[in-house]
């Protein structure tokens, strides 16, 4: 059953609807809803078209958040083969909120790694909701320079609200490893590849896409803090999440705008967990885009490129 967002309630009442007349039809052989049906589903389209048409910041923050959207085992189950997961950071532990390893995509030898959030109560709990400890990024840190060692292009998948900010986290030195997961990105001389697939927040996402090419899902977002958390820095009160929300420029188009990302994936109507064969699809066909983009750089040509990047971006925005 789909769960349906705040601003969705409309359109839960009318599939709801149409969903019963179908139950009943089917206990009862004889009753016909077939046209009574039709129109309903007509007019729940036209409600999803509308709804969709024009989304505001925060509506694309909960459709980022959705938990039914595909998270980053279902991106590496679908599109790389003979995944082999790597586990621990060779210091502590093994972070299950980050997950990675060697595979292939499109029978290129690649390394994987991204943030997973969990699909059900245990496995959120277990993946810590995607919020990544210092050991994770450390992991995340020896993936990387592997990747670097066989010449493998690295391909990251990010969804967190940003890394954990527990005690632990902080006294094991979750700055400094966030740190040196985003050195380790400017560093290695291979392609590094990187797709916004639900939330990027904060430094723990940047430690993931501090990349050669930057994609966002069309309904995705990408930002220095949560709309929660500037509204309760700025306004102390985090009711204000919306204000906060505009105020960010956390959106895909936002962020093309300003030269923060490179492209944008356009996600099925009603969000990628309308269709996530068809998303997973569309990232893969981008991925395979950037690959062969980069495939004739050197490794110093690809660090200078990188490098560049970040050094100017922003700047078409500013300048506009």
């Keep these: 059953m789909t769960q349906y967002l705040d601003f969705e309630k409309p359109l839960a009442e009318i599939e709801g609807k149409a969903e019963e007349l179908r139950a009943l039809a089917r206990a009862n052989e004889e009753m016909d ?51 082999t997961p790597l586990a ?5 532990a093994d972070d299950h909120a980050v997950m990675g390893g060697l595979a292939r995509f499109n029978d290129i030898p690649v390394m994987v790694i991204g943030h997973e959030k969990g699909s059900d109560t245990k496995s959120r709990i277990e993946r810590n909701f995607g919020m990544a400890r210092p050991e994770g990024y450390r ?9 670097g060692k066989f010449g493998l292009p690295v391909i990251t998948l990010v969804d967190t ?17 966030i740190a040196r997961a985003t050195e380790a990105c400017l560093q290695i001389g291979v392609p590094l590849i990187s797709v916004v697939i639900g939330e990027g927040g904060s430094g723990g996402a940047v430690a993931f896409a501090t990349a050669n090419r930057v994609v966002m899902l ?3 977002i990408y930002s220095v803090i949560s709309p929660e958390g500037c509204a309760s820095i700025l306004w102390k009160d985090a009711e204000k999440m919306r204000e ?4 960010l420029r956390l959106t ?12 944008i994936v356009s996600e099925p109507l009603g969000g990628a967990h309308r269709d996530a064969t068809g998303t997973i699809a569309s990232v893969g066909r981008a991925i395979q885009t950037m690959l062969d983009d980069l495939g004739d750089l050197a490794p110093e040509e690809l660090v200078q ?3 560049q990047k970040f050094l100017s971006m922003g700047s078409k925005g500013l300048a506009a």
Aim: hydrophobic letters at 40%; one cysteine or more.
């Design 33 to 83: 809803v077939t046209n009574e049906a039709a129109a309903l589903d007509v007019k729940a389209a036209q409600l999803l078209e509308d709804l969709y048409k024009d989304l505001t910041p925060w509506r694309k923050c909960q459709v980022a958040r959705h938990p039914e959207r595909p998270h980053c085992k279902d991106y590496i189950d679908a599109l790389f083969q003979e995944y």
């Design 244 to 247: 906060a929300a505009e105020a």
């Design 305 to 307: 490129n990188r490098r």
């Design 161 to 177: 609200p940003g890394a954990y900010p527990g005690k632990g986290a902080e006294e094991r030195g979750q700055s400094e490893a």
């Design 252 to 263: 895909a188009a936002n962020l093309l705008d300003l030269g923060v990302i490179d492209h």
């Design 88 to 92: 621990g950071d060779r210091n502590f």
């Design 218 to 220: 069309e309904h995705s």
């Design 139 to 147: 992991k995340a840190i020896r993936l990387m320079q592997m990747a």
